[in-house]
Nanobody, 116 residues
Framework: QVQLVESGGGLVQTGGSLRLSCAAS????????MGWYRQAPGKEREWVAH????????YANAVKGRFTISRDNSPKNTVYLQMNNCQNEDTAVYYC?????????WGQGTQVTVFT
């Protein structure tokens, strides 16, 4: 079973930056994409960004131009989310996600809190 472990969450002031990381416990065979979702208090989980193994990158409109997703596949599958110009509405638990032919994998989540 693959485990995804997130790190890098915490407190950030409005306009500030934060970098999230997510590492898989082992290489994921046939990996299609890795990315991030988030869930704010009282709201449903929403998609943030994905990076596909073919290099295609997609962002939600809410974060486009402010967040950057990147990856490193050696030695393990790792995905990063560089969050710039953070806003109050970015406050949420951020979940790492990996999609493979064998199913989807999720991390436990890391809290990001943006304060004024």
């Amino acid at each position: 079973q693959v485990q995804l472990v997130e790190s890098g969450g915490g407190l950030v002031q409005t306009g500030g930056s934060l970098r999230l990381s997510c590492a898989a416990s082992r290489r994921i065979s046939g990996l299609n994409a890795m990315g991030w979702y988030r869930q704010a208090p009282g709201k449903e989980r929403e998609w943030v960004a994905h990076i596909y193994t073919n290099g295609i990158i997609k962002y939600a409109n809410a974060v486009k131009g402010r967040f950057t997703i990147s990856r490193d596949n050696s030695p393990k599958n790792t995905v990063y989310l560089q969050m710039n110009n953070c806003q109050n509405e970015d406050t949420a638990v951020y979940y790492c996600h990996a999609k493979s032919p064998w199913g989807d994998f999720w991390g436990q989540g890391t809290q990001v809190t943006v304060f004024t």
